[in-house]
């Protein structure tokens, strides 16, 4: 079984991420810490247009949100534990929806789910929130490449 915990980017990976030279998307890869692990984190980096990756960035590791995971989400049998991805201009409309300004945040908070043909996604908020009365706004990372991939 494999069991999914709640993931944070903190808002100084995501800018080191987003600022690297041509960056339009943000790659997920699962990652188990150690052999006999049971909760993945996920590694990201960044890629230009068309899946071309940014040489000389370092590559950073989500943590858990808690200390000591609990599973948002268990498991046992078939997943798809494929790359994940998000557009920069995707995680700029969340982040302008959620925050004013924008850049008034601390982390954000990657919520595994089960999506189409037992792929694992995550949704993923802003912490902390800034903007009054909105209901709460998330993204999605998903399968990478999407299916409209040409």
Do not use: W
């Not at 201009?89 to 300004?101: H, M, Q, S, V």
Request: aromatic share 10%; proline share 8%; hydrophobic share 35%.
């Amino acid at each position: 079984m494999i069991k999914y915990a709640k993931l944070k980017l903190t808002k100084t990976d995501y800018d080191e991420l987003e600022t690297a030279h041509g960056a339009k998307t943000i790659v997920f890869q699962f990652m188990l810490l150690k052999q006999d692990d049971i909760y993945p984190t996920l590694t990201a980096y960044p890629m230009k247009q068309q899946h071309q990756q940014i040489p000389g960035v370092t590559a950073k590791k989500l943590s858990y949100l808690n200390p000591s995971p609990s599973a948002e989400l268990s498991i046992v049998g078939e997943q798809t534990l494929g790359d994940l991805q998000i557009t920069t201009a995707e995680i700029d409309n969340l982040l302008k929806a959620c925050n004013d300004p924008k850049n008034n945040y601390q982390y954000f908070i990657f919520t595994p789910k089960l999506g189409d043909e037992n792929h694992i996604k995550f949704e993923i908020s802003v912490f902390p929130t800034t903007s009054p009365g909105l209901l709460l706004q998330t993204a999605f990372a998903n399968p990478s490449p999407p299916r409209t991939a040409e």
